[in-house]
């Protein structure tokens, strides 16, 4: 099983920055399967950033140029560090980890998600 825990939320006034931390245990097989979603109340969840296979990044046009998506592979952590934050950035952020070996057929695991409020 594969467990996600993420830390670093808290409140910003716009123009701040925060770091998120994905903490990841079990049984992973790479680290090239994480990424972190967004949610903001009555909107869908949303891709904010993820690695793909050879540790590519792929960003949501909306953080390009903010956000950073980096891991340290020894701690099996994953991270997401936001600067520039706005308001519309307000989110409950998850972290995510989806393994694919065969199309269609995903190991999926989600965390608890963390609170990220920006003030105006």
């Known amino acids: 099983q594969v467990q996600l825990v993420e830390s670093g939320g808290g409140l910003v006034q716009a123009g701040g920055s925060l770091r998120l931390s994905c903490a990841a245990s079990?049984?992973?097989?790479?680290?090239?399967?994480m990424g972190w979603y967004r949610q903001a109340p009555g909107k869908q969840r949303e891709l904010v950033a993820r690695?793909?296979?050879?540790?590519?990044?792929n960003y949501a046009d909306f953080v390009k140029g903010r956000f950073t998506i980096s891991r340290d592979n020894n701690k099996n952590t994953v991270y997401l560090q936001m600067n520039s934050l706005q308001p519309e950035d307000t989110a409950v952020y998850f972290c995510n980890y989806d393994w694919c070996p065969i199309i269609g057929q995903c190991a999926t695991a989600w965390g608890q998600g963390t609170q990220v409020t920006v003030s105006s």
């Open positions: 690695f793909s296979r050879g540790g590519n990044t």
């Open positions: 079990g049984r992973i097989f790479s680290l090239d399967a």
